[in-house]
């Protein structure tokens, strides 16, 4: 697999508004990225997400760092590196009066290399050749996201960068979009940046992880690989709530992430299932309900960026 | 680049607003030519002003569309192609499929100034065949009409070097109320100006010229020395508004 893009160091920061002070967006940020992978862009509102997409796009310019697409530096030839990049960035946006198919076509101009019949290709792969000559005006979210990606596919990108694409998405089309993008990037080796709030989604369909708090880089790495080394969940119901919660504090092995009434949720770190279980018959604890689930994509990310776990109810 | 501006020509094409306004000044023109003739009104407008008539009427309409209306007009026209677009994400949009800012920005400069020249040129096409409805053939005096012409030919420049003007505000404030604003408040120092003893500032005031030219009236000649004068500053002017843009465009952070 060759590698599609490697960013280093990327650094920018942003003037205060009314103030001589500067805050930092993105700081010492930096992944590479190999053809046919997904790379989840993950962060809580203002975490830099989309400031280091559109630092990559060349839409935002960079304090520091260096970015490489396909063997080619955004410095040197930017016309050139950004020509295997496509990109849908916010809110889809289109020339509303215009059809989907007209929209397309509009920007396929822009290419030399388009051949005919690509553009409505484009619009059947992406699910919408049955609303080519409908008006982008008429358009759910939904299908402008499609139409964002079949735009963002002109020119067969080898990298496509989405910014929060199942924004506004039922759960149905939420799904559609992502198994849409995995299947071009088994199908095609595209290689994917998608920022997203939808963690459960990502978990699944990411083969990369990136989480950024407060402009900084704070876990990286293989999907699978960070959730393998990472402890598993408890979720129960125990009677005696002062005994229970002073069982669990005092507990070696365990911390308690969350309690809401009689229900606990707990983190399992240096003891396993079945020991915890002895323990709490071992205090005379009574158990009403107890299940164990692996460690989310979703717990990992509360955890590290300090937000509170979901509890049980 | 070439497929960009023609994108662009195509999308300001599309805009309503230049079908609807020319009709209204068509409707303007034709109701203000049928007004004037009678007796009282031209009688009243030779009095007031003393320009007005017969085959003065084109050259009166001119300096009526571009001395104000047409400006308006093109700022209008201007903040949704360019503050809009930029408002709605799509400015960006060429720059995810290979076009370079620069480029870009040259491309909507060529389209809005061509543009900006052409509906110049419309308005008189309007005014001769409102003018000849009512008048006929009385409006083809040769002195007139070349005289009219020239100016005509000379407001475009001038129009050409406002919209180069509007295209930079647009840019730098990227906001469409704040581009009107600055254009209105541009309308009122030149006022200023032209009517000031202010020597040295009329010299170097681009405006100047354009107001120099278009008032003129039928027994004066255009001075030679303020046409040799009047176009170069213009064109230096036209010159800073597009550099403006493009130093403008580099930097900015969409």
Not at chain 1, 115 to 129: A, I, K, R, T
Not at chain 1, 192 to 198: E, G, R, T, W
Not at chain 2, 139 to 149: E, G, K, M, N, S
Request: net charge positive.
């Amino acid at each position: 697999m060759e590698k599609i893009i490697s960013v280093q160091n990327l650094r920018k920061a942003y003037k205060k508004s009314n103030t001589f002070d500067f805050e930092t967006a993105v700081e010492n940020v930096s992944f590479d990225l190999m053809s046919g992978n997904i790379m989840g862009l993950l962060g809580t509102n203002g975490a830099g997400k989309t400031t280091t997409l559109k630092m990559i796009t060349n839409l935002c310019s960079k304090d520091k760092g260096k970015i490489v697409i396909d063997n080619i530096s955004l410095d040197s030839d930017p016309g050139l590196a950004l020509s295997k990049v496509g990109a849908a960035l916010d809110t889809p946006s289109f020339y509303q009066e215009l059809t989907a198919r007209e929209n397309i076509e509009y920007f396929a101009h822009l290419y030399n290399n388009i051949p005919d019949g690509q553009v409505m290709e484009l619009l059947d792969y992406v699910g919408l050749s049955s609303q080519t000559e409908k008006k982008v005006k008429k358009f759910s979210l939904g299908m402008k996201q499609r139409l964002a990606l079949a735009r963002a596919m002109l020119g067969q990108p080898k990298l496509i960068i989405l910014d929060e694409p199942a924004n506004g998405l039922d759960p149905q089309g939420q799904i559609n979009l992502y198994r849409l993008i995995c299947d071009m990037a088994k199908e095609k080796h595209t290689t994917f940046i998608v920022s997203s709030h939808q963690l459960h989604d990502m978990e699944k369909f990411c083969t990369d992880i990136l989480i950024l708090d407060k402009g900084k880089s704070i876990l990286q790495g293989k999907t699978e690989e960070i959730l393998s080394e990472t402890t598993n969940i408890v979720d129960c119901i125990l009677e005696e709530t002062k005994a229970a919660r002073s069982v669990l504090s005092g507990c070696q092995g365990i911390s308690l992430v969350s309690q809401k009434g009689n229900q606990f949720t707990i983190r399992l770190e240096n003891i396993c299932f079945n020991d915890f279980v002895k323990k709490l018959v071992a205090n005379h604890l009574h158990i009403r309900y107890l299940s164990m689930r692996k460690y989310s994509l979703q717990d990992l990310f509360l955890k590290l960026t300090g937000g509170v776990e979901p509890c049980i109810h | 680049m070439y497929s960009l501006t023609r994108l662009y020509a195509q999308k300001i094409c599309r805009q309503k607003l230049i079908y609807i306004f020319f009709a209204c000044f068509f409707t303007a023109s034709f109701f203000y030519a049928f007004l004037i003739s009678t007796p009282q009104m031209e009688e009243m407008l030779n009095i007031n002003i003393g320009i007005v008539g017969r085959k003065n009427f084109p050259e009166f309409m001119m300096r009526f569309y571009v001395g104000t209306v047409g400006i308006l007009f093109n700022v209008f026209l201007l903040t949704l192609f360019i503050c809009e677009e930029d408002r709605n994400k799509m400015l960006y949009q060429p720059l995810l499929h290979g076009e370079s800012r620069s480029r870009m920005i040259w491309s909507k400069i060529y389209v809005a100034v061509s543009m900006s020249m052409i509906f110049v040129l419309l308005t008189a096409f309007i005014n001769y065949i409102t003018a000849y409805m009512r008048w006929g053939y009385e409006i083809f005096d040769q002195t007139a009409l070349i005289r009219t012409v020239m100016k005509y030919l000379l407001s475009a420049i001038y129009m050409s070097v406002i919209t180069l003007g509007i295209i930079a505000l647009c840019i730098y404030t990227r906001n469409a109320w704040k581009t009107i604003f600055f254009v209105i408040i541009y309308l009122l120092i030149d006022q200023f100006i032209y009517s000031s003893n202010i020597v040295f500032l009329q010299k170097i005031w681009f405006g100047y010229y354009f107001n120099l030219w278009t008032f003129t009236y039928e027994y004066q000649k255009i001075p030679l020395s303020e046409l040799l004068i009047g176009i170069p500053i213009m064109v230096v002017y036209g010159i800073i508004f597009s550099q403006i843009s493009l130093c403008r465009i580099q930097k900015i952070d969409f």
